[in-house]
């Protein structure tokens, strides 16, 4: 399978301004592309974490979808450290660099940049759902996702604390209280952008994660119903652990699927 990695989307040097790219071995035309933004509270994970993945997901389908995965900026408990919205920031100019221009990156002629999902896991799922609901002045992306896949994600960091009060240490870490509401994608998705009417939820969250209630990602699934997003799916069932379900074959069949549009 051809891989490439380490490839810069910003050029400063930051490896956390980086992605890796997996290719299907033979291809007969341009393939969906699927983003994947990796979790571990804004402050932890790496996209080396996740060769597997990658090149899971494409092997699952069959050579018939191209996976990037992609760092980020990480909060440091230190003064100086990055917080929000500097993550979604990192996350846009990845998903800009992919799709959006004429960026020549290995790979980028068997891609179809107008076909592309979001997967984001934990963290990374409150970047994928926030980049879409909250895309008012990010437009020239927005054409080209067709779906957001979240994993064990965060959507409201209100409630999140009022479930697990000690992930307050965490929170505090990437978000000023007073971002709390303004950066969960569940109090952003009360008022629906015309831009993310075509895009496709599927909402997962395993039985089996301690980390994350299903009731969490329930909430989010139904919110965007209530605003009136008509394409929402929820899907509830053990897939292991909070990170064990990333290495669980039926998630890379059901994010495989949902990326070929067959789910």
């Known amino acids: 399978m051809p891989t490439y990695k380490d490839i810069a989307y910003i050029a400063d040097d930051n490896p956390r301004h980086t992605l890796d790219i997996y290719l299907p071995d033979i291809s007969s035309g ?4 699927a983003i994947f933004i990796h979790g571990g509270s804004w402050r932890t994970g790496d996209k080396s974490e996740c060769e597997a993945l990658g090149s899971g997901l494409v092997s699952q389908a069959q050579g018939t979808i191209a996976v990037a995965v992609i760092n980020y900026g990480l909060s440091q408990r230190s003064t100086d450290s990055i917080r929000h919205p500097a993550h979604l920031h990192d996350a846009i100019q990845a998903v800009r660099f992919l799709i959006c221009g004429d960026q020549d990156y290995p790979g980028r002629h068997l891609i179809d940049v ?3 999902y979001l997967i984001g896991h934990s963290a990374g799922a409150h970047l994928a759902a926030l980049m879409v609901l909250s895309a008012s002045d990010r437009v020239d992306y ?39 509401k303004e950066a969960s994608p569940q109090h952003v998705a009360k008022c629906r952008h015309a831009a993310a009417e075509h895009i496709r939820f599927l909402i997962v969250n395993s039985a089996g994660d301690s980390l994350i209630a299903p ?15 008509t394409n929402v799916e929820l899907v509830v069932r053990d897939l292991g652990t909070h990170f064990g379900m990333l290495d669980n074959d039926e998630l890379w069949q059901l994010a495989s699927a949902f990326v070929r549009g067959h789910h």
């Open 215 to 229: 009731s969490h990602a329930a909430s989010f699934a139904s919110q965007l119903v209530r605003t009136g997003y």
């Open 30 to 33: 341009p393939v969906p592309l």
């Open 114 to 116: 107008n076909n592309t």
């Open 142 to 180: 927005m054409a080209s996702i067709r779906g957001v896949l979240g994993v064990g994600g965060i959507y409201d960091i209100p409630g999140l604390l009022e479930l697990y009060p000690d992930y307050a240490d965490f929170i505090d870490m990437a978000f000023d209280p007073a971002q709390h």
